[in-house]
């Protein structure tokens, strides 16, 4: 299998930010923000995957009587994008 160099890009307002890695971008504000997004996407992502394997356990109908409620606790690590 060949290596693949994945190109992210951000857009905000009137720019866009394009990257490899989060490493790459240098301005911490800018960081902050992409970094946010992407912990709030992978709050969503975890929160749909228990609905779902609740759906697919208990049922539809029972399922929609469980209240799910993710909690991201950001814990002292850096993002990455594995190569």
Same mark, same amino acid.
Request: a negative charge; hydrophobic letters at 45%; proline letters at 0%.
């Given at each position: 299998m060949t290596n693949v160099k994945i190109?992210?890009?951000y857009q905000?307002?009137?720019? /866009?930010?394009s990257f490899f890695d989060l490493k790459d971008i240098v301005n911490e504000? /800018?960081?902050d923000i992409? =970094?946010?997004q992407i912990l709030t996407f992978d709050k969503k992502i975890k929160d749909a995957?228990?609905?779902h394997l609740l759906n697919q356990e208990v049922g539809k109908e029972n399922a929609k009587q469980i209240a799910v409620d993710? =909690?991201?606790f950001e814990q002292k690590r850096e993002l990455f994008v594995m190569e």
């Open positions: 190109e992210f890009s905000d307002n009137d720019r /866009t930010i504000e /800018t960081f992409i =970094k946010n995957a228990i609905v993710v =909690k991201v």
